[in-house]
């Protein structure tokens, strides 16, 4: 019986220009790598189906920037699967270039969130970022998703940036909200080894400070929650119904199906990985040339209890108790900390408890 997958990711990895904080796999617009990229993924999926019984029900397009493509391009990227029957299907965007009919040909393909890359507002922020486009853009991108009738946006934003202090990351937060998103999402700037910003810290040009994203995140808690948006997970907030699904599925353990260059999957214990080179990757499944996937691993029980947990104790939903034999000493401990709390049988972090998730894990792993 071939495994059941209803979680898929759709990585594809093009940008318009790449930006310094990003490590994942992207590559610059360039018109025979997208082309080899869809004969790829449709080479692919029909592989693929052979080998999983596949029944959609949440499908995340990200990238790079999905909606990068030209109209021609992203309606062939748009039909390479049934994935408009799925309950719902999120695409990543960004506000520089995301028009009224890109808009409209999403939704009209069944689109049914889109999660736009704002990132921040002030000039000085964005450029930092290596973000190309201002607050008149993102104002733009919002009316066009809400006009082509979108469900479900969600906006991304990052903090931790230099000179930003609470004042300032309010100011972005309540910028934000008035624009009447549906959910958002929270980050805090991450060096990733291998980028640019990484190499920012190595020639001494920036350093994180992460008492001063300590302060910014137990704001972000506050202000989005006092203006109807709560945590479901440490980085994403959202009103009442408007939850990702797909990410909520991939934090409660379900499995998932990654297609694309680079994309990762988890099904029936075992994980792995794509080809990170588009170029490999299409030919993997085109040519059937050398090995598909990479890094696959074979999960133990405890190491999927080990994330398991650690995903739980991210979420608003937390752990149940039932599934933390022998840890009562240590729960009742970090509710007199004010880490956590516990009712009904479940065990959950307080906004101050996720900024230690990873030590609250391996205490009660």
């Known amino acids: 019986m071939k495994p059941v997958v209803e979680n898929l990711y759709v990585h594809v990895p093009f940008c318009t220009h790449l930006c310094p904080y990003c490590d994942f796999p992207k590559e610059r617009l360039a018109g025979n790598r997208m082309r080899d990229f869809l004969a790829g993924l449709r080479a692919e999926w029909l592989a693929v189906r052979g080998e999983f019984d596949l029944r959609p029900r949440h499908v995340f397009f990200g990238g790079g920037t999905p909606t990068a493509l030209s109209p021609a391009l992203m309606e062939q990227l748009l039909a390479v699967a049934p994935w408009g029957e799925a309950e719902e299907w999120s695409v990543e965007a960004n506000p520089d270039g995301f028009g009224e009919s890109k808009a409209r040909q999403l939704a ?135 939850e990702c699904r797909h990410h909520q599925a991939v934090w409660a353990g379900e499995d998932y199906l990654g297609l694309g260059p680079g994309a990762v999957s988890t099904v029936g214990g075992r994980r792995w990985r794509n080809l990170r080179d588009t170029g490999a990757y299409a030919r993997s499944w085109l040519l059937d040339s050398g090995p598909r996937r990479q890094e696959e691993e074979m999960r133990t029980p405890e190491e999927a209890r080990t994330e398991r947990i650690l995903l739980g104790l991210r979420t608003r939903g937390g752990l149940a108790e039932q599934g933390l034999p022998g840890r009562e000493e240590w729960m009742e401990a970090l509710v007199r900390r004010g880490w956590a709390h516990r009712e009904a049988g479940r065990f959950r972090l307080t906004a101050r408890g996720r900024l230690r998730a990873d030590e609250v894990a391996a205490i009660l792993t």
């Open 108 to 242: 009209g393909a069944g689109v049914t969130r889109l999660s736009l890359g704002v990132q921040a507002f002030r000039p000085q922020d964005l450029a930092w970022l290596g973000r190309r486009h201002d607050r008149a853009a993102i104002r733009q991108a919002v009316q066009n998703a809400r006009m082509a009738g979108i469900r479900s946006l969600n906006l991304d934003l990052i903090y931790g940036l230099p000179d930003q202090g609470p004042a300032e990351w309010q100011e972005t937060m309540a910028e934000a909200c008035a624009l009447g998103p549906d959910s958002l999402s929270a980050y805090a700037i991450t060096p990733e080894d291998g980028t640019e910003l990484a190499q920012r810290i190595t020639r001494g040009e920036w350093s994180p400070d992460e008492n001063r994203e300590a302060v910014l995140f137990l704001l972000t808690c506050r202000f989005l929650e006092a203006r109807g948006y709560p945590s479901y997970e440490v980085s994403n907030f959202a009103r009442p119904g408007h």
